[in-house]
């Protein structure tokens, strides 16, 4: 992909990067928007954990705090016991989905217009 962009010249290489790093800056705040918040993650082997966000890196690994797992049920409506994990890390490769809790988006949500 480099050898593209040079090919095309530099002006257009710079108004690559410019967009590039207006991209990567929104991504990097959304990411900090959603530190310490509770996230439960669905895995490829029909796991889900759930916890609070604290890191991810260029491969998508993430690190929950204060996890819990809970097992895939072959009955839908019962979802047993979780068990704790504390701190855990989940290849990104196993990510199936990540999804923010609303109970955690309601509560920051309540912080910011208070102040």
């Known amino acids: ?34 530190l310490n918040k509770n996230m439960r993650i669905r895995m490829t082997d029909g ?10 890196d260029r491969d998508c690994n993430v690190i929950l705090g204060s996890a819990q ?17 504390g701190l855990a890390m989940i290849p990104g490769h196993h990510v199936v989905s990540i999804e923010v809790e609303s109970d ?3 509560d920051t949500q309540r912080f910011g217009s208070s102040h």
């Open 1 to 34: 992909m480099a050898t593209m962009i040079e090919e095309n010249g530099p002006s257009n290489h710079i108004g690559m990067q410019g967009e590039l790093s207006l991209s990567s800056s929104r991504g990097r705040q959304k990411l900090e928007s959603l």
């Open 69 to 85: 797992e809970f097992l895939k049920s072959s009955d839908s409506f019962s979802q047993g016991e979780p068990r704790v994990l």
């Open 47 to 56: 796991r889900t954990l759930v916890g609070l966000f604290l890191c991810t």
């Open 104 to 106: 955690s988006l309601v």
